[in-house]
């Protein structure tokens, strides 16, 4: 069955420190995986998405997003985080007729001052 | 980006009480649209897909006589709770697809 997985519920970390969020799919071909952020109460912003092409992809506020094929993994990083990124982010991958969008479990990002 | 709006943002109704939630995609047509539901803390879980003028579809385990969907026109799609209980007050979200699916900011639903 295709799935994504988010490892960590919930991850702390200090202002202006790197981040790195995993999420690891299992899809038969290809996946298109989409990474989303949620602020309390509010709905889903897309960050960034990986259709083909190149592995590394560069989306909003400073996010980009590796795919590893070897790795099943598809994993976020911020290379020096603020304090407006506390939130919930959720990564998701498409199923194969294109239609439907599985979603992690979500990890909650604190961010210590 | 497209936009999806959703209304209401935020309702609160009695126990019995039947309440409708609007998903509207602003400047585009989507032949279809999605709704999920997102219990505190937790993940998405999708709901019904809805195709514009066609039954909707729904996942296992989510009544379809309790929540109804509507998808009269391009742009609109409505869900309606009927005779809502406490169980049901949750974060509902809908999304709409174009080439990719813009999500809506979400209604939150508190049945007393």
């Known amino acids: 069955a295709q799935s994504v997985t988010q490892p960590d519920i919930h991850i702390t970390v200090s202002e202006g420190a790197s981040l790195e969020l995993r999420c690891n799919y299992s899809y038969g071909a290809t996946p298109y995986l989409f990474w989303y952020v949620q602020s309390p109460g509010q709905g889903l912003q897309l960050l960034l998405k990986?259709?083909?092409?190149?592995?590394l992809v560069q989306g909003i506020k400073g996010f980009e997003a590796e795919f590893k094929r070897s790795q099943s993994s598809f994993n976020l990083r911020k290379p020096s985080v603020h304090w407006s990124d506390a939130a919930e982010y959720f990564c998701a991958g498409l199923n194969n007729a294109g239609n439907m969008l599985t979603f992690g479990g979500g990890t909650r990002l604190m961010v210590k001052p | 980006g497209a936009v999806v709006s959703q209304h209401p943002s935020w309702v609160i109704c009695k126990s019995g009480t039947s309440v409708k939630i609007e998903c509207r995609s602003l400047d585009f047509q989507a032949t279809t649209m999605f709704w999920y539901r997102q219990f505190p803390k937790q993940s998405l879980m999708l709901m019904a897909t809805s195709n514009e003028g066609s039954k909707a579809t729904y996942e296992q385990g989510v009544e379809k006589d309790k929540f109804l969907i509507n998808h009269a026109s391009l742009t609109l799609s409505t869900l309606t709770v009927t005779s809502a209980h406490p169980e049901d007050s949750s974060f509902y979200i809908c999304?709409?697809?174009?080439?990719?699916?813009?999500f809506g900011p979400g209604t939150r639903l508190t049945v007393l």
């Open positions: 990986y259709f083909s092409g190149d592995t």
């Open positions: 999304s709409a697809k174009d080439h990719e699916q813009f």
